[in-house]
């Protein structure tokens, strides 16, 4: 299945509201495609999301991570923001630094 059928699979799951389909998906998948699952996954916002979610918050790859920091920020449970938090002080790249720092601006607005 390519990237562009795998992403419109994993959309279709996410209005079904099926992480657990989607949580399959994070196993195989390339980083574009991984990206499109943990965003579901945070639009999603249960808890399977939850837990699968921080386990991309200090990703090697920086799309990954970043796009698992917006979902954690988007649930906006304390808990996920702390893990946000932590992740901020611990973040390398500073493009990535300020991408997280602005998208909890954003929520805060």
Do not use: W
């Not at 992480?19 to 249960?46: M, P, Q, R, T, Y």
């Not at 808990?79 to 500073?94: A, C, F, G, W």
């Amino acid at each position: 299945m390519s990237d562009t059928a795998t992403i419109e699979k994993i959309h279709k799951l996410e209005e079904k509201r099926k992480s657990a389909a989607i949580i399959k998906h994070l196993h195989k998948a390339d980083s574009e495609v991984l990206v499109a699952a943990i965003e579901s996954l945070g639009h999603i916002a249960d808890e399977d999301s939850c837990n699968y979610i921080t386990h991309y918050l200090d990703d090697e790859n920086k799309e990954v991570r970043l796009a698992a920091c917006k979902a954690a920020i988007s649930i906006g449970t304390e808990y996920m923001k702390t893990r946000v938090r932590h992740q901020l002080s611990m973040e390398k790249d500073p493009e990535v630094k300020k991408q997280i720092q602005d998208a909890f601006n954003q929520k805060a607005s």
